[in-house]
């Protein structure tokens, strides 16, 4: 692309126009800012409030009315949103964009094509729009298993728009996007970018290779392992799984490429490489899978437990075993157990069921005096399960019916259900003006504090965009409530999450523009408003995911600490501060 001085000129002139001062928010837009609040938290579509809001003379209204149409999740909110033409606002255009993908129509693939195609749609639009064809194409995917003209769309834009600054970002979330329904299609609007100089196109190209698994990928997924870029590395060791690369008779060089990525410099690296060699069940596999089952980082060791598990030779028995041994990491003992178990009903390897069945019991008994709370409860829930399977008459399920005779009978907590809704008009208004109110005016951020047993975790919250969850949080935190409650899930490479803070009920999702990026914070949720808050810290970003859960915040300090959480670990001591 040639660049001329109406080029810098036009960039010059949006950078200014991003630092002109916003409008202030008066008592009128705070009332019908407190009203969208009040609409999204009863999740009430109102036809008539919600038309009059996205065309409020004060320009956050607008922007926020067309979120608050998106997180309501009605397909008649379409309408509503594409009755004009966007806002010459980018923001707010940007705003409506992301609402019509949250509604995830298929008959709003026509409307947003139309953008990508239009040369005149700002960056950040255009970029929204890619995402929003996305999740409309995941959508489909997740309930039909088939494509829509939305990757049609997409696949034009890759192939017909140069990379620049003005379409970097939009070029990305469209080869996420191709990635995210995870159907294959035609890979050549993917394959486009994997060389490309831009760093952040090319993992993007990258994650849609790895996600999509389609053996004609995995030639250029062999060549991106070799990246000097750890993230794009990462994604393009987990693509090489064994079926992609048999289909593609590259077997041979995918799995060369798996060992010696256990050797990387970059820890997640390592992870996913061991993840893939999972799927290979050859000598030289089982033999790296058993020598990282004894690695010192519990990342490594925990995945490879994981694998041979999947793999189940029987020389990993013995191994598996030993790291069920006191002392070693709750998550280790535990997935080794796991792997035991799952070996034990394994019908085409009769001869190792019993030796790995004993193995998996006795790590259970071991494992009930287990300092972590969490290795305790699992090891006595998997020995009750074990009273039903057939070895009754043994010394070993005497020494189970022993064992479980002195321990009070599980109690199952019931599921908490939402809280009752009581808030009046007013009360949202409290709420818009201690968090949305300074969030607008630019106004320091609160930041959580946590104290852990691997070091402090300082988190930036978005009170102007998730307010609710924010305002939720902050009384758990200044209450106490926090404090003791433990990390219940821990995936390398992916994620930690907390179980339910104790008196959390569920919590209304507010999804944002906030990406799912490194260190994000967020909680677990089965779908729209189904979350506890037990919350959760993204080691990875996790565009499949976009548009589903709720960005509250992120890491801005400790991120070391938040890698190396182990399962079972707590929350030492919590408090806030506001700078």
């Known amino acids: 692309m040639k660049w001329t001085c109406a080029t810098f000129l036009a960039l010059n002139v949006a950078s200014l126009a991003a630092q002109q001062p916003r409008r202030p928010l008066d008592a009128a837009a705070i009332d019908n800012i407190a009203r969208l609040e009040m609409l999204e938290d009863y999740r009430t579509f109102d036809d008539t409030a919600l038309a009059r809001l996205l065309v409020d003379s004060h320009p956050e209204v607008r922007r926020r009315a067309a979120i608050t149409v998106g997180r309501l999740a009605d397909k008649r909110g379409l309408r509503l949103l594409t009755a004009r033409p966007l ?14 993908g949250q509604l995830r129509d298929t008959a709003a693939i026509a409307w947003l094509d139309s953008l990508l195609r239009a040369p005149d749609t700002a960056p950040t639009v255009a970029a929204e729009t890619a995402i929003s064809l996305g999740k409309i194409e995941n959508a489909i995917a997740t309930a039909r298993g088939t494509t829509t003209r939305g990757r049609d769309a997409l696949a034009r834009y890759l192939m017909a728009t140069p990379a620049n600054p003005f379409t970097e970002a939009a070029i990305s979330e469209a080869l996420l996007s191709t990635g995210r329904a995870a ?27 790895a996600r999509l698994k389609d053996p004609r990928g995995v030639a250029a997924l062999l060549t991106l392992a070799h990246d000097p870029i750890a993230l794009i590395r990462s994604w393009a060791v987990r693509g090489l799984a064994r079926p992609a690369a ?90 080794a157990r796991r792997s035991l178990q799952a070996m034990s ?7 190792s069921r019993v030796a790995a069945r004993d193995a998996a019991l006795s790590a259970a008994v071991a494992m009930t005096t287990d300092a972590t709370p969490f290795c305790h409860t699992a090891a006595l829930q998997a020995l009750r399960r074990a009273r039903d399977l057939p070895q009754a008459g043994t010394p070993l399920r005497t020494s189970i019916d022993s064992l479980l005779g002195a321990v009070p009978a599980a109690t199952t907590s019931p599921r908490q259900a939402p809280a009752a809704l009581t808030r009046t008009l007013a009360d949202y208004r409290a709420i818009v003006e201690r968090w949305i109110v300074p969030d607008y005016d630019g106004k320091p951020r609160p930041v959580v504090h946590w104290d852990t047993p691997r070091g402090p975790i300082e988190m930036e919250l978005y009170p102007g ?53 490194r260190g ?17 810290l993204g080691h990875t970003p996790q565009p499949h995911n976009e548009g589903s859960f709720t960005s509250l915040g992120r890491v801005i300090a400790g991120m070391e600490a938040m890698d190396h959480i182990e399962l079972g670990d707590w929350i030492v001591a919590a408090h806030m501060q506001y700078r």
């Open 87 to 100: 806002d010459p606002d980018t923001a707010i255009a940007a705003a409506v964009v992301f609402a019509v």
């Open 183 to 209: 159907v294959r299609g035609d890979l050549a609007p993917i394959l486009h970018w994997t060389t490309t100089r831009h760093a952040d196109i090319r993992w993007a190209a990258t994650w849609a290779l």
């Open 246 to 335: 048999d289909s593609a008779a590259l077997v041979v060089p995918a799995e060369a490429a798996l060992l010696a990525a256990t050797r990387d410099a970059d820890r997640t690296v390592r992870t996913e490489a061991v993840r893939a060699l999972g799927t290979y069940s050859d000598s030289a596999a089982v033999k790296l899978l058993l020598k990282s089952l004894r690695s010192s980082d519990s990342w490594i060791a925990t995945s490879a437990a994981e694998e041979l598990g999947v793999v189940r030779p029987a020389e990993a028995i013995s191994a598996l075993a030993a790291a069920t041994a006191k002392g070693k990491p709750c998550a280790l003992r535990e997935m």
């Open 345 to 351: 009903q394994d019908t085409a390897h009769a001869s």
């Open 465 to 517: 965009d998730a307010p609710l969850a924010v305002d939720d949080m902050v009384r758990r935190v200044e209450s106490g409530a926090m404090v003791g409650t433990q990390f219940t899930r821990v995936v390398p490479d992916f994620v930690d999450q907390q179980e339910t803070v104790h008196g959390g009920s569920r919590i209304r999702d507010e999804v944002n523009r906030h990406g799912l990026t």
């Open 520 to 536: 994000n914070l967020a909680w677990a949720t089965a779908g729209l408003d189904t979350g506890n808050p037990g919350y959760t």
